[in-house]
């Protein structure tokens, strides 16, 4: 018989005290374990993920979830995070016990940005003595440096994640300093890059172009892309790419010609819907504190999205925008869009719209396949 008592809550708040306390130590032993097999694949050569194993843990988690009254998707959900965590401890120990970067030095331009201060940390976990260079740092001569170039150029490798209006004088400064490291610039636009680019690998600077297609709060790269630019040095593609080769991470080859064509709409039109939708919002008339009450699931999941855009840095993705030469590809097509959905809805019958929608599933179906 349950007691409905003061002290009877109590006795029972402190049972699920005790069974939360259970749970995070058995996820602290879960944690542990994954390290062993994370350190066993390492010492075989084994690769970190196993497909066929996280479908059997996911499948045995819901029919244990089943037989004990727990809902199956609770459980799914709950383990796919615990999966999610594993490989992220798995990833960055396996890049921290191959000590890639032990004796090596690298000096990061743009280290106080959000983006420079990710790649400080994925560098430090590989054992590279990590420089930063920044306006923005407090000079103390020796780790940071408010100007790059009070900062020694004796280093292994050279990061450049500053504005990309400032990314071209850089790449000069260095072909004229005779840099003689692997250089790095990861600037989400290329072509007002190209020829500087072309021109420094031409006159012997170990330099190529990467673009990490994933933002600074990413700690597992397992389905993470990192786009990789050959300016005419291969010898330093085959270095960059060697710094992601204990991680998850995929490696796509494309050329930088072709980069921010393919970038207006992974990029481009991405971000131009999501400023879009706020500023559609914004202008409304229609107060937020009345839209949050009656909240849709799908509008929901594009506002968490349109949330993470309002908060990005909007001189980043002003250059996105305005530095892409092919940036008006993916806005005329936004544009166009608008119209065809603006005909649809005023048409009496539902023929166009259905059409659309129809040709959008088509072209999502094989843009999963």
């Known amino acids: ?103 090596h030095s690298a000096l990061i331009i743009g280290g106080a940005g959000r983006m420079g201060a990710w790649l400080a940390g994925f560098l430090d976990n590989q054992g590279f003595d990590v420089l930063l260079a920044d306006p923005l740092l ?42 003689g490291c692997l250089v790095v610039e990861i600037g989400s636009i290329k072509t007002p890059l190209i020829d500087r680019l072309h021109a420094a690998a031409a006159a012997g600077l170990r330099i190529c172009s990467l673009h990490p297609m994933f933002g600074p709060d990413t700690r597992l790269l397992s389905g993470r892309h990192v786009l990789v630019m050959d300016a005419g040095c291969p010898e330093a593609v085959s270095e960059a790419t060697e710094l992601f080769a204990d991680t998850m991470a995929e490696l796509v ?15 481009g039109l991405s971000h131009a819907l999501n400023i879009a939708f706020f500023t559609a919002l914004v202008r409304s008339g229609v107060s ?17 999205i349109a949330r ?27 544009h166009q869009a608008i119209e065809s959905l603006r005909r649809a809805a005023d048409d009496p019958d539902d023929e166009a719209m259905r059409r659309l929608m129809e040709e959008g599933r088509a072209y999502l179906e094989s843009l999963a396949g």
């Open 1 to 103: 018989m349950t007691d409905h008592s003061p002290d009877g809550l109590k006795a029972l708040r402190d049972q699920l005290d005790e069974v939360d306390a259970r749970l995070v130590e058995l996820a602290a032993r879960r944690q542990q374990l994954v390290s062993e097999i994370g350190r066993f694949k390492q010492g075989r050569g084994q690769q970190l993920r196993d497909f066929r194993r996280e479908r059997e843990v996911l499948e045995l988690v819901r029919a244990r979830a089943e037989s004990v009254d727990l809902d199956p998707s609770l459980a799914e959900t709950l383990f796919r995070r615990l999966i999610d965590a594993s490989l992220t401890r798995q990833e960055q120990e396996r890049a921290r016990l191959s000590g890639r970067g032990s004796g």
């Open 138 to 179: 407090e000079d103390d001569g020796e780790k940071q440096f408010v100007d790059w170039r009070s900062a020694p150029l004796d280093v292994s490798l050279i990061v450049i994640a500053a504005p990309l209006k400032q990314t071209a004088g850089i790449i000069d400064e260095l072909v004229e300093r005779e840099a």
């Open 253 to 267: 080859s494309v050329s930088l010609a072709e980069h921010d064509r393919l970038i207006s709409l992974v990029l």
């Open 288 to 304: 937020a504190e009345q839209l949050s009450g009656i909240s849709s699931t799908t509008f929901d999941r594009q506002l968490a």
């Open 308 to 334: 993470d855009v309002a908060g990005e840095n909007p001189t980043l993705y002003h250059e996105i925008q305005h530095l892409n030469e092919y940036g008006h590809i993916a806005r005329d097509a936004l």
